[in-house]
């Protein structure tokens, strides 16, 4: 198959090691980058410095930075953009002319309308061609050394999406299929927002049990948004869902577990977010999934607490002390 990787950023890059290395796999790929000076770099280098400095690129992997060029030449399109950059790169897809099937690896509600990914995709690129989502527990460094691996790939038409698991599937590569779309989505989404929670806990020294209690509690918050989006509650017990949460607040390649360390440090977030050097979805999520919690009448306390110091300027310490002192409840979701 012909893929074409749209985004040259650490998961798109990852995901088109992956792809380029499989030794069983039959797949011809090319990656994308809007920027022609990313692209000289990666062309002359044949490294991605700016993620992957000690990765090189398959000598297979075609690069461009013409986005018309990309979706010629493939059969499907990862798009693997930041949410903020979807809807914009799906207006793009769709002017080039060519019904190709997409499926996009980002998570996170769109800033402003609060929109889950495939509601964007509704939106630019409805009855064009068949559409998924690729999620779950997955450091893209770990992807591209070729360490194991499981995702799920939800679409609403299961044979699109059980055929393009099938052809994404390797042994390092473990790719699940399903429908529930917007459970998948919706676990992308706010176990960025409890990562932060749980780098917040770490770096405060509150424990493993603290820790243990936000990612469940987390859950619970998780599966009362998304089963009143719509979702179902077995895809929140699985890989998109605990699988993905447990891995962002636990690991230390967590990009938003690390905004979090860096809150209760006292350090301030434009600061954090410019030594990042990476999108921590969870910084802008965490307002549209307070702002829809809201508008839905869902009680997500943890998200409450960690949109407070994000954007109401709340101290962290503050914050947490708030969120401890809530008053005992019985336990359910």
Known sequence: ???????????????AISLGVNPNSSHQVILWTRDPEHLAELASQRINRRYFPAFALPDSLRLTSTLAAAVEFAELALV????????ETLRGIAACGKAIPIVWGCKGFEMQSAKLPHQVAQEE????APCAVLSGPSFAQEVAQGLPTALTL??????????????????RLRVYSCNDIIGVETGGAV??????????????????????????RGLAEMARLGLRLGGRMETFMGLTGAGDL???????????RRVGLMLAAGHPLP???RALGHTAEGVHTAAEVLRLSRDLK????????????????????????????????????
């Not at 985004?7 to 890059?13: E, L, M, N, Q, V």
């Not at 927002?193 to 990612?215: P, Y």
């Open 1 to 15: 198959m012909r893929i074409a990787v749209l985004g040259a950023g650490a998961w798109g890059t990852a995901l």
């Open 80 to 87: 693997v953009v930041p949410t903020a950059g979807l809807r």
């Open 125 to 128: 690129y409805a009855g064009v």
């Open 154 to 171: 939800a679409s609403y038409n299961e044979e699109f999406a059980k055929h393009v698991a099938a052809q994404l599937h390797t042994p």
């Open 191 to 216: 176990k960025n927002v409890i990562s932060i929670a749980a780098g917040i806990s770490d770096g405060m020294g509150f424990g493993h049990n603290a820790r243990a209690a936000l990612i469940t």
């Open 246 to 256: 447990i891995l962002t607040c636990t690991g230390d390649l967590s990009r938003n």
């Open 271 to 273: 600061g954090i977010l």
């Open 298 to 333: 869902v009680e997500m306390p943890i998200t409450k607490a960690i949109s407070s110091i994000l954007h109401d300027g709340v101290p962290a310490r503050l914050a947490v002390e708030a969120l401890l002192n809530r008053e005992p409840k019985t336990e359910n979701y």
